[in-house]
């Protein structure tokens, strides 16, 4: 079973600086994926990073960063550098690659809203 | 290269009708996902196919949801019959086989159809 927890309520921060939201995980298998999507208010699903479970390293893609702690399962999302267009629902998602089992879960989702 | 496309973008229908939406994945990715999103139970995985075979159907809710996908580039997911507690988006998403560099094994998600029943 694979489980995705996010459970801060709605974020605010301030154009300009940083913030970090939560994602804790759960599962028993040792090969898996962690993914971050944003979905603004459109609708659309955007693809923002990706952190492997072998991956020694933090993994980056611009402004955002994966804080990933694998004894304690988290991997929080770091956005530098806040914008105003960063305002948007923002899910935590796992996928595992064991065997035939290849589903990605979403974790409840963040709001974040960047403030002028 | 053209996205995931689904059809309709939005569907308007009464209780007790049929339902059906459609989903062309990106060519020659070897997964397809169907999510539901409401506000009460967020983004919620239906079912996904992997080579045109259903591999996990424990999502759809019950025997009116059915899908299929008769050959690589086109699934449907119908609703027979709709009730108005199927009124949601439904996200239908593809991605490339298992991980390798430079696939991350992302799904890439078609725009949704927004399905509202009377």
């Known amino acids: 079973a694979q489980k995705i927890t996010q459970t801060q309520p709605g974020m605010f921060v301030q154009e300009k600086e940083a913030v970090t939201l939560d994602c804790t995980y759960d599962?028993?298998?040792?090969?898996?994926?962690l993914f971050w999507y944003k979905q603004p208010s459109s609708g659309e699903m955007i693809f923002l990073i990706y952190q492997g479970s072998y991956d020694e390293q933090n993994a980056t893609e611009g402004r955002y960063s994966l804080n990933f702690q694998k004894a304690r399962k988290s991997a929080n999302l770091v956005i530098s550098a806040s914008q105003l267009g960063d305002s948007a629902m923002y899910f935590c998602a796992m996928r595992l690659y064991t065997g035939a089992n290849s589903k990605l879960t979403f974790g409840k989702g963040i709001t974040l809203s960047v403030r002028p | 290269d053209a996205g995931v496309i689904q059809s309709p973008r939005h569907e308007v229908t009464e209780m007790g009708q049929e339902v059906t939406l459609r989903c062309k994945p990106i060519?020659?990715?070897?997964?397809l996902f169907w999510y539901r999103q409401t506000m009460m139970r967020g983004l919620e995985l239906l079912i996904y196919f992997n080579n045109n075979v259903p591999i996990d159907d424990s999502g759809m809710p019950e025997d009116r949801f059915s899908a299929k996908m008769p050959n690589a580039s086109f699934s449907t997911l119908k609703i027979q019959p709709s009730e108005p507690r199927d009124s949601a988006v439904y996200f239908c998403?593809?991605?490339?086989?298992?991980?390798?560099?430079?696939?991350?094994?992302?799904?890439?998600f078609g725009e949704g159809s927004r399905l509202t029943v009377l």
């Open positions: 998403a593809s991605s490339p086989s298992q991980p390798g560099l430079p696939n991350t094994g992302e799904l890439f």
């Open positions: 599962t028993s298998d040792q090969s898996y994926g």
């Open positions: 060519s020659g990715h070897d997964y």
